[in-house]
């Protein structure tokens, strides 16, 4: 279940991530993904040099659950200027196919959303990434969504003060209010109210 565009700019790395039902293929995904970010990443730096960008995978292995989450996957170059918006998602694509080459029976779910930016200009990249059907939201989302909301700094509700996606929004933190609460369903409301 993905989030509406001005839900995911208002979370500063996104919502990100994919659980393994089984550690040893996550594993072996991560394996892969690192394989292939590398090439990303340099295929980058040779055409632009200054390529400055860490693996933005990141491994959680509790209670029988292999979790991979992600920070943005776009690749900037030249300080920060502009970022290459594809090769990152292309290796996340390339790991999730070699996967299921050598598990073909492979159980996971998640979904990769986030919001880039560079002198050009941005986009949101959303996408589900599933081994099946999935209608029920994902818990790192809610995790995710909650730290956001509750974040003493307010940037979460700094952030979708004036956007046109409200009611979107308001529908998201329903989605999610299992993590959220009422508190923020009920500041959302009010924020819809004012307009």
Request: with cysteine; hydrophobic share 35%; net charge negative.
């Amino acid at each position: 279940m993905l989030l509406c565009d001005d839900t995911i700019w208002a979370i500063p790395d996104g919502a990100s991530g994919i659980e393994f039902a089984n550690p040893e293929e996550g594993r072996y995904f991560v394996e892969m993904f690192n394989k292939e970010w590398d090439v990303a990443v340099e295929a980058v730096a040779k055409e632009h040099e200054d390529c400055l960008r860490d693996n933005p995978a990141s491994v959680s292995d509790e209670s029988g659950k292999f979790f991979v989450s992600f920070v943005p996957l776009d690749i900037p170059y030249m300080d920060g200027a502009f970022c290459d918006t594809w090769r990152g998602p292309e290796a996340l694509d390339k790991a999730i196919e070699t996967l299921k080459e050598k598990y073909p029976n492979a159980e996971y779910s998640g979904c990769i959303q986030y919001g880039w930016s560079d002198q050009h200009g941005g986009d949101v990249v959303k996408y589900e990434i599933s081994s099946g059907h999935n209608d029920e939201p994902y818990s790192f989302v809610g995790m995710i969504l909650q730290a956001a909301v509750m974040d003493e700094e307010g940037y979460f509700w700094d952030q979708i003060e004036y956007s046109d996606e409200l009611n979107e929004i308001a529908k998201d933190l329903e989605t999610y209010k299992e993590w959220v609460g009422e508190e923020a369903l009920g500041k959302i409301a009010e924020m819809q109210d004012d307009e």
